[in-house]
């Protein structure tokens, strides 16, 4: 007997996750995939796996189209296309039709997944979400500016199909979610900003997060693959002028390497640590607490996953006010967004001004653990993916989770952990009763 519309309501939907890659690996978009479908497994509904597609047909055109790009970059000095290009999209539509056909679904969730929708034929209401439009992409990343005139206009045409193929679509940033709006024609009522998480599977206890001391050595940690995107020299520049200021301070680099010929006494240079080894992921964690701020001056970013991760350990971020970082960056109260001009003496200078007032650096570093607690967490990212689903689908989704999320751990323990660390402190000790209370 079919199922009455009564019953229906009464269960969790089914989420049909579309994507050409694999979200189960963690290693996808450097993880989100894992972290956003665990996030609705615990706050949305049941999370149906449609890709990866790993068939033959859709590499034929994958391989074929970086062999293309190959002789028209030696031929015209550009890209030809990228992949939101048209034969790839309706490639990618059938094959997620005949997965939905064998694995039926209520409502289907297309992360940076343009190209998979575009062309999709589906009843199911679509949740888009991505960190950045194509109109940003090509005129913001120095690297797409080699993309043919063809080739813009390809992804042009793709991006503007899935975002009207959407029911609701959500970016982590105003950024991205104005140019959604604006150059795309997404509906203000139905397009959001929801800010991503953390991808931390055992976050900091809040109690060594906020336990930062200014006294010794101002250690300062720059996290990032490319010196010359993230702002490695203007990273450097700021620890020279501390120096020059008479601070103590050192420089940790970890993720990349300075052009050769380019150190410094005071900069340690880490090039690779991984998250998915236990012991490096210890060593990652200990720079993250040891440090006294996080370096981010970069050239061009949407929204950098770093910045969240940073305010669950309680270190607070300066960062150039560029692109989406405004999504995970709010100013004065986790970290500070300073020009895209600015160079390293500007980054110095409000160092100097944060640890003049040694009480309101503890201060902030509260504030930036406060706020991966309330914002900057998958769990925070799920319970409003949750309230754009109820509204897509018209309906309540009961609750029910099978694991335990972080904004369920002991809410005694953080209070008792606030008092032993700020003990002289009782605005600030209330402070932080109130805010886990708020969790």
């Known amino acids: 007997m079919p199922e009455t519309p009564l019953q229906r309501s009464k269960q969790r939907p089914k989420i049909g996750f579309v994507h050409r890659f694999d979200a189960r690996d963690i290693r996808s978009w450097s993880g989100i995939f894992f972290f956003m479908a665990r996030a609705l497994e615990d706050h949305v509904g049941e999370v149906v796996y449609l890709g990866p597609d790993k068939s033959a047909g859709t590499k034929f055109i994958v391989d074929n189209t970086a062999r293309v790009n190959r002789f028209w970059q030696r031929l015209t000095g550009k890209f030809l296309a990228t992949d939101k290009n048209r034969v790839l999209a309706k490639r990618l539509a059938r094959f997620f039709e005949k997965r939905i056909e064998e694995m039926p679904c209520d409502i289907l969730f297309a992360p940076v997944a343009a190209v998979e929708i575009a062309y999709l034929k589906t009843d199911l209401p679509i949740v888009y979400y991505s960190d950045i439009t194509w109109n940003q992409i090509v005129d913001y990343y120095p690297e797409f500016s080699g993309v043919s005139a063809f080739g813009?206009?390809?992804?042009?045409?793709?991006?503007?199909?899935?975002?009207?193929?959407?029911?609701?679509?959500?970016?982590?940033?105003?950024?991205?979610?104005?140019?959604?709006?604006?150059?795309?024609?997404?509906?203000?009522?139905?397009?959001?900003?929801i800010s991503f998480g953390a991808n931390l599977n055992d976050p900091p206890s809040r109690a060594s997060a906020i336990c930062r001391s200014l006294s010794g050595p101002v250690n300062l940690l720059l996290v990032g693959v490319d010196w010359d995107r993230k702002g490695g020299a203007i990273a450097l520049e700021c620890l020279i002028s501390l120096l020059e200021k008479g601070v103590d301070a050192h420089l940790t680099i970890m993720g990349c390497k300075p052009p050769v010929g380019v150190s410094h006494p005071r900069m340690h240079v880490i090039p690779f640590l991984s998250k998915h080894d236990p012991e490096q992921r210890k060593q990652i964690a200990q720079l993250f607490l040891q440090a006294h701020f996080m370096l981010l001056p970069t050239r061009a970013d949407a929204t950098p996953i770093v910045t969240c991760e940073a305010s669950a350990f309680g270190l607070p971020t300066l960062a150039t006010d560029t692109g989406g970082l405004q999504g995970s960056i709010t100013y004065g109260v986790?970290?500070?967004?300073?020009?895209?001009?600015?160079?390293?003496?500007?980054?110095?200078?409000?160092?100097?001004?944060?640890?003049?007032?040694?009480?309101?650096?503890?201060?902030?570093?509260?504030?930036?653990?406060?706020?991966?607690?309330?914002?900057?967490?998958?769990d925070a990212w799920g319970r409003s993916m949750r309230n754009i689903f109820e509204m897509v689908l018209q309906r309540p989704i009961p609750s029910g989770s099978s694991r335990e999320p972080f904004d369920r751990f002991s809410a005694t323990e953080n209070r008792d952990a606030a008092s032993e660390n700020n003990q002289g402190s009782p605005e600030l000790a209330s402070s932080l009763a109130s805010e886990v209370s708020r969790m």
């Open 334 to 378: 986790n970290g500070f967004l300073l020009p895209a001009e600015a160079h390293g003496d500007a980054y110095a200078d409000k160092i100097l001004s944060v640890i003049a007032d040694p009480a309101g650096y503890d201060d902030l570093v509260v504030s930036t653990r406060n706020e991966f607690e309330n914002n900057l967490n998958w």
């Open 152 to 193: 813009r206009a390809e992804g042009q045409l793709i991006e503007s199909l899935a975002i009207a193929r959407a029911k609701a679509s959500a970016y982590p940033s105003e950024w991205a979610v104005e140019s959604a709006c604006d150059e795309y024609g997404s509906p203000r009522e139905s397009t959001f900003k």
